[in-house]
């Protein structure tokens, strides 16, 4: 038990840089002439610098590896334990066509593309997060220490304006903060659990044209024509490629690919498929595209050169569309710090009056 969660918290510590590395370097060696188990042996001695750490985490995962490949087992079956399943897919349909260097570099892309995306998102959310927890604690403060502070020289009735503006949200926040903040607490916990899970047909197709939700579709869109050229490049039957997607994505991307899986096995090439379903997943423009295409000769190569294309102009939209929330907090922190320099300018010409009177 204990060599087997060891196993399974070194595999999530993996990280898609050292798949990467390995399978670049594998790669390498093969295409030199190195037989496979001789090139895992020589990637495992230099891993666990020459057998001194053998419980590094890539030094573990290629011992691993090792040992399965020389007792018989293919590199894809012993990856099984540490690679997600498209990687494993990938790798296996390598094996199979006798392209395992090929499949290997293929992998990487795959990894690339979800780091990206992963990267657009971090980068995205870090600073309109920042920004609202500064505008909580401004609100704070000026409704517990500075509206409080002013009251007590000038009194709240003869307040106008911009001052009197500044009262009310003082009010509101002390009466209503918790609550409000509680309710979009909830509200933050409803969304976060309905992307990947809520896929009503009617309701979800039109959620997944606004933000957050339309962010979430870009992110798996443009990830997935990306899987499926590779995926067909290397020899992957298509409804392989689905099934494989469909059983590791979330409710969401299953309800979607699913569909399009069913129209497919009915005759349907993929961008009739997809334009069937009616879920416009992964976009509307790509639908069309893939209509178009679908049949033609070459369908592998026209959909791996215009996936990478399309997955660029995806981070870029993702991208945008974060700046525009980010852009609106600031909208709203600027606005309040205006708020406030014109409510205690008001005030101090109030407190100036009374004391001239």
């Known amino acids: 038990m204990f060599n087997s969660l060891e196993q399974k918290l070194n595999a999530w510590l993996l990280s898609g840089n050292a798949r990467i590395e390995m399978y670049e370097t594998l790669a ?3 295409e030199n002439g190195v037989v496979l188990d001789k090139a895992i042996r020589d990637l495992y001695m230099i891993e666990s610098n020459q057998g001194k750490k053998p419980k590094a985490t890539r030094a573990m995962m290629l011992a691993d590896l090792k040992q399965a490949v020389a007792s018989g087992q293919s590199l894809s079956t012993a990856l099984v334990r540490w690679a997600p399943s498209q990687e494993v897919a990938l790798i296996k349909a390598g094996e199979t066509t006798g392209q395992l ?3 290997l570099m293929e992998c990487s892309k795959i990894i690339l593309a979800k780091r990206a995306v992963k990267s657009a998102v971090q980068q995205g959310t870090a600073y309109p997060i920042l920004l609202m927890v500064v505008f909580v604690i401004l ?13 007590r020289t000038t009194p709240e009735e003869n307040w106008t304006g911009a001052a009197w503006l500044l ?3 003082a009010h509101f926040v002390t009466n209503w903060g918790v609550h409000t903040l509680v309710v979009l607490a ?19 197709v ?8 339309s962010i979430y579709r870009a992110l798996h869109g443009s990830t997935f024509l990306l899987n499926v050229s590779v995926m067909l490049k290397a020899g992957v039957r298509l409804q392989d490629v689905l099934i494989i997607m469909a059983r590791t994505g979330s409710p969401w991307v299953k309800s979607r690919i699913g569909a399009a899986l069913a129209g497919i096995n009915s005759g349907q090439n993929l961008g009739q498929a997809l334009y069937r379903t009616g879920y416009e997943f992964p976009e509307r423009r790509l639908i069309d595209f893939l209509r178009a295409v679908s049949d033609q000769d070459g369908f592998d190569e026209h959909l791996a050169k215009f996936g990478e294309r399309w997955l660029t102009k995806s981070v870029e939209k993702v991208k945008a569309a974060f700046n525009i ?4 907090a600031l909208v709203f922190m600027g606005g309040l710090m205006i708020l406030v320099l014109v409510a205690v300018y008001s005030l101090q010409e109030m407190a100036r009056t009374a004391m001239g009177m």
Do not use: C, H
Request: net charge positive.
């Open 28 to 30: 390498l060696l093969l």
């Open 101 to 103: 260097a090929e499949a």
């Open 139 to 151: 609100l704070y403060q000026i409704s517990t220490k500075m509206v409080p502070q002013f009251a």
């Open 167 to 169: 009262a009310q949200i």
């Open 186 to 204: 909830l509200f933050g916990i409803w969304v976060t659990w309905s992307l990947p899970n809520m896929y009503r047909p009617k309701l979800r």
């Open 206 to 213: 039109w959620l997944d044209r606004i933000p957050p939700w």
């Open 325 to 328: 929330i980010f852009v609106s």
